[in-house]
């Protein structure tokens, strides 16, 4: 697939890119080499191959779910450095 400096142009807009004119002509070869492998990779029969999204087979590694005894809420309340009535009181953080 031949890419067009225009292309380039509309992806780092989107990307909030400046690019120079060297860089411009840079970024369009490479990625003009990297569609064109991946059109060689869709000359591929893949038509027997089992989809995936990772490499190895992954399955979930949590652990059951279990109830147990807990700490109080008095409990809990008497490691906090400060609280406010049955809750914990913490600084107020503003950005």
């Known amino acids: ?3 067009s400096k225009k ?7 989107l990307a ?3 690019l ?3 860089e411009l002509n840079k ?3 490479q990625l003009g080499e990297i569609l ?3 059109e060689k990779l869709n000359e591929l029969d893949t038509s027997t ?3 995936t999204s990772h490499v190895f087979s992954v399955c979930n590694a949590f652990r059951e779910d279990k109830v147990k005894i807990s700490l109080t809420q008095n409990e809990a309340l008497m490691n906090a450095p400060k609280q406010h009535e049955d809750m ?3 600084p107020k953080i503003l950005i």
């Open 36 to 38: 064109s492998y991946v």
């Open 20 to 22: 120079s004119d060297e």
């Open 27 to 29: 970024m369009t070869i």
């Open 1 to 3: 697939m031949k890419i």
């Open 49 to 51: 191959i089992k989809t």
């Open 7 to 13: 292309h380039v142009e509309d992806v780092a807009f």
């Open 16 to 18: 909030r890119l400046t």
């Open 88 to 90: 914990f009181q913490v």
